[in-house]
């Protein structure tokens, strides 16, 4: 039985495309728990202002400008990945191309 290699080119994308997957399901995951530690940090910001108890804890803007730099981070870590694999993708199919023209 004869084994085929999977060419260069089709493994950059796979490895690409799950890079990306990846890194965007992070962000994703991260958003969500960001979302939900700001709901609580502003009920008791709430408190705070209006009962003072709850006071101490985390600000909701902190949480918030934390979050825009690591979603930062995911931004530039998917072009990052992209760029990457778009370059290992076209390279691979150029030498495939360049092998098949000297026969």
């Known amino acids: 039985m004869m084994r085929r290699r999977i060419p ?18 992070a962000g994703l995951v991260d958003h969500t728990l960001k979302g939900r530690r700001m709901d609580r940090a502003e009920v008791s910001e709430w408190y705070c202002g209006h009962e003072q108890r709850r006071c101490g804890g985390p600000s909701s803007k902190g949480i918030e400008d934390a979050w825009n730099q690591r979603e930062r981070g995911y931004q530039i870590a998917l072009g990052f ?4 694999g778009a370059a290992v993708t076209i390279a691979a199919r150029a030498r495939l191309s360049s092998r ?3 026969g």
Do not use: K
């Open 100 to 102: 098949r023209l000297r």
């Open 8 to 25: 260069l080119w089709a493994a950059a994308v796979a490895v690409t495309l799950a890079l990306l997957a990846a890194i965007g399901t």
């Open 81 to 84: 990945v992209a760029a990457v």
